[in-house]
């Protein structure tokens, strides 16, 4: 599998699998001997976990999301468009080729988004990341200014 994968009825994150995947990239920063912020929206999937060694919960404020979240700043657009670019790839490729149109499988699926979450350039997320006023460092001074 190319990516990590989880069926579950409703298709959506619940708490139970936000923790299981917590704890795993929890063990693995831990491992490696690296400690990382993760900044979370506060949807009810989202719950506070406890004893984590590695990573440490940042929740931000109700309603902010779509402001200063950098995933909403442009990142998951970026990758919807090379997702989205993979996929028209493969039908102008059948096209070419004379033959039928592709079924896009879950697996398909999986491909391509793995493969579209490798093509984000870095610069796409720290960008969204200053435009969601994290990392900057002007930014940072005109908070510590008002404060």
Known sequence: MPCRYHAQKKSWMDSDLFEEWLREQDQKFESEGRKITLIIDNCPAH??????????????????TSKIQPMDQGVVRSTKAHYRSGCVHKFIEAIDQNKPMPTITVLNAMVLLTQAWSTVSKETVRNCFRKGGIGCKEQQRMTLLRS
């Open 47 to 64: 719950p506070q976990i406890d004893n984590l060694k590695a990573i440490n919960l940042v929740f931000l404020p109700p309603n902010t």
